[in-house]
């Protein structure tokens, strides 16, 4: 079975500034798919960013890019310039081919220092 | 507007009150699943379905029930809740077989058993 696993249960980070969440992952499989979910208080989930473990480069969305290193199993999301609005959970999910279920780490909760 | 719309969204309930939580998408999706939401946790998989009159259990399915006989809807049935199936529920959706295509969720059910 997969397992996700996000070892920063909280952050913190500047107005402005960048901060990196870091997400590891255990697999057997070459081929699956990442996402990082936000969670804002309002608790909807929402996309961030998705990344193919085929694909090289690292996907980026605005200010939110990846760092994914697949033989280190290992997939953290940047946020660059951080905004009052990042403020929220992060969840880092794995998915892999043939298999439709996503699994989620336990999230990482970020804060914005004005 | 495309979207996965649950009901209710703050639910207070006894213990052995059966409840329902529907879940509806309008997006044609085959695949459907609830998740909980725990603090520390993350999000752990109860049920999902592949189609109609298709379901199957995730990671924590003991005390709850799912139906599939529309392929918009999905609803999570607690026949006897129990003060440990008090969490955060979530409904989602996605598109079987486009394994980058991300799960669309729900805006949440707040269930407390007391």
């Known amino acids: 079975a997969q397992t996700v696993t996000q070892s920063q249960p909280e952050m913190s980070v500047q107005e402005a500034e960048t901060v990196t969440l870091s997400c590891t992952y255990d697999?057997?499989?070459?081929?699956?798919?990442l996402f990082w979910y936000k969670q804002p208080p309002s608790r909807q989930m929402i996309l961030v960013i998705r990344q193919e473990a085929y694909k090289q480069q690292n996907a980026t969305e605005n200010r939110f890019s990846v760092n994914f290193q697949k033989a280190a199993k290992s997939f953290s999301l940047k946020i660059s310039d951080s905004q009052l609005g990042d403020a929220a959970m992060y969840f880092c999910a794995f998915g892999n081919f043939g298999n439709e279920k996503l699994t989620f780490g336990t999230g990482t909760r970020l804060t914005i220092i004005p | 507007e495309a979207q996965v719309t649950q009901n209710p969204r703050y639910l207070i309930t006894v213990t052995g009150k059966k409840l329902t939580v529907t879940c509806s998408q309008n997006m044609n999706h085959e695949y459907m699943s609830w998740y909980r939401q725990d603090p520390g946790l993350g999000l752990r998989q109860i049920y999902y379905s592949m189609n109609v009159e298709v379901t199957d259990k995730g990671d924590v399915p003991e005390g709850y029930k799912v139906s599939r006989k529309e392929k918009r809807n999905f609803p999570l049935i607690l026949e006897s809740p129990s003060p440990n199936q008090t969490s955060l529920y979530f409904c989602?959706?996605?598109?079987?077989?486009?394994?980058?295509?991300?799960?669309?969720f729900g805006n949440g059910t707040r269930l407390t058993v007391t």
């Open positions: 989602a959706s996605r598109v079987l077989g486009s394994y980058n295509s991300p799960l669309h």
């Open positions: 697999t057997s499989e070459s081929d699956y798919y």
